[in-house]
């Protein structure tokens, strides 16, 4: 980021207040453009067509957004916290005296670890929760099932009943379950006799010979699609669980840090507030379609207010800090040890969770571990791949003037 810091307060006649307050509204507008377009993208109805090009048009965005994310977690955050937190002005504990100047990097390094043990947290809590409830729903279906083969139903059935279920456990044929994604390449399905639970492939699940399940379905089976729904289900919820909790760190990340630009710009006079404010408006419009690309991939109601409330939360983030940073201008010194602590602290904080989120849940997970873009075309990898660096190059260049 540009070095706008100065060593003076602001004089009032220096500081053109309208053109400040225009800076903030247009931060707002870049922002809030940014990240509501693949939104509005994803919730629009089209043709079946159109609609599969807006997805491949969103998703492409969401990659070339995770290179924006990389690129300003290490041209945007990291040197300048570096430059912050190393200041002649600080302590003897920032100085190269105390033997130790690595403070920014280990602030960064403990958000990304922190972070990584909050998701483990949370999506472990989750997974136990749907563990759960899955063993009380097997439960259910046993009592069920025992209370049709037992008592006087039994002499009914007699041998046909018998060799129903001994097909059942002995035999098997494929059903086909579509629509996962998951990098986990196994799903527990199927029914439950003797505590054996059936451990399958995705794509090709052994539960029992297709005579014997067209005779039973109707009869004893009716149970067995429901724990290959609930099963489909509990991966996709997992799945989305697992991207909202990276949604939310990531705008956690991204807000810090636009919060501190935001003090930066109110605080700039001069024509380096016009330069400043115009690489400011590409970088927020870059995030934005970072962060929308994730909110749009998340599975919420039509009428919930999340991802409104995400997307106004990013939108608001600069606009605030300008807002604060309009206040505090006669005051405020940027040169200050109290300053260069907080945005050194605060850029280090938001280069870990940025740097977390893109090579762990953004590069590694939605690219080298999704099954689905691994099976898809080398020219599919290729756009995705060159989104990818065009993102991270894109914030590269304007972080010569941001």
């Known amino acids: 980021m540009s070095d706008a810091n100065s060593t003076e307060p602001i004089a009032p006649e220096d500081y053109n207040l309208g053109l400040h307050i225009g800076g903030l509204f247009a931060n707002m507008a870049a922002s809030g453009?940014?990240?509501?377009?693949?939104?509005?993208?994803?919730?629009?109805?089209?043709?079946?067509?159109?609609?599969?090009?807006?997805?491949s048009i969103i998703q492409t965005a969401r990659t070339f957004g995770s290179g924006?994310?990389?690129?300003?977690?290490?041209?945007?955050?990291?040197?300048?916290?570096?430059?912050?937190?190393?200041?002649?002005?600080?302590?003897?504990?920032?100085?190269e005296e105390s033997g130790y100047t690595g403070w920014a990097g280990l602030i960064a390094m403990l958000a990304a670890l922190l972070l990584h043990l909050l998701e483990f947290t949370a999506t472990q809590r989750f997974f136990l929760r749907e563990k759960a409830r899955q063993l009380?729903?097997?439960?259910?279906?046993?009592?069920?099932?025992?209370?049709?083969?037992?008592?006087?139903?039994?002499?009914k059935r007699g041998s046909d009943s018998d060799s129903l279920y001994g097909n059942e456990t002995t035999q098997g044929h494929a059903v086909t379950i579509s629509g996962l994604q998951e990098p986990d390449p196994c799903v527990h399905v199927g029914h439950v006799h003797g505590g054996e639970i059936l451990l399958a492939n995705k794509k090709t699940v052994p539960v029992a010979s297709s005579n014997n399940v067209e005779a039973g379905h109707h009869h004893h089976h009716h149970h067995h699609h429901m724990f290959d729904d609930d099963e489909v289900q509990r991966v996709k919820d997992q799945e989305n669980q697992s991207r909202m909790i990276g949604t939310f760190?990531?705008?956690?990340?991204?807000?810090?840090?636009?919060?501190?630009?935001?003090?930066?710009?109110?605080?700039?006079?001069?024509?380096?507030?016009?330069?400043?404010?115009?690489?400011?408006?590409?970088?927020?419009?870059?995030?934005?379609?970072?962060?929308?690309?994730?909110?749009?991939s998340l599975q919420f109601?039509?009428?919930?207010?999340?991802?409104?409330?995400?997307?106004?939360?990013?939108?608001?983030?600069?606009?605030?800090?300008?807002?604060?940073?309009?206040?505090?201008?006669?005051?405020?010194?940027?040169?200050?040890?109290?300053?260069?602590?907080?945005?050194?602290?605060?850029?280090?904080?938001?280069?870990?969770?940025?740097?977390?989120?893109?090579?762990?849940?953004?590069?590694?997970?939605?690219?080298?571990?999704?099954?689905?873009?691994?099976?898809?075309?080398?020219?599919?990898?290729?756009?995705?791949f060159v989104a990818l660096w065009c993102g991270a190059a894109a914030m590269a260049v304007v972080g010569k003037w941001a």
């Open 136 to 155: 009380k729903a097997s439960s259910s279906g046993l009592k069920g099932h025992a209370s049709e083969i037992g008592g006087p139903e039994k002499n």
């Open 249 to 296: 760190i990531l705008e956690l990340g991204i807000a810090l840090h636009s919060v501190i630009i935001g003090i930066t710009l109110a605080t700039t006079v001069g024509t380096e507030f016009v330069s400043l404010l115009i690489a400011l408006l590409f970088h927020q419009f870059f995030e934005g379609v970072a962060l929308g690309g994730r909110i749009a």
């Open 68 to 95: 924006v994310i990389l690129a300003t977690a290490f041209i945007h955050m990291l040197p300048s916290a570096f430059s912050n937190l190393s200041d002649p002005s600080l302590p003897w504990q920032f100085q």
């Open 33 to 55: 453009l940014g990240v509501l377009l693949p939104i509005l993208f994803s919730l629009t109805s089209f043709s079946p067509k159109t609609t599969s090009k807006i997805q």
């Open 301 to 384: 109601h039509r009428a919930s207010l999340s991802p409104w409330l995400l997307s106004a939360g990013f939108a608001l983030s600069t606009p605030v800090g300008v807002a604060l940073g309009i206040g505090i201008r006669q005051s405020y010194n940027g040169a200050s040890v109290t300053a260069l602590l907080v945005q050194g602290v605060f850029d280090s904080l938001s280069a870990g969770i940025l740097l977390y989120t893109a090579m762990v849940q953004l590069m590694s997970t939605e690219l080298n571990a999704n099954r689905a873009f691994r099976e898809s075309s080398t020219r599919s990898q290729t756009i995705q």
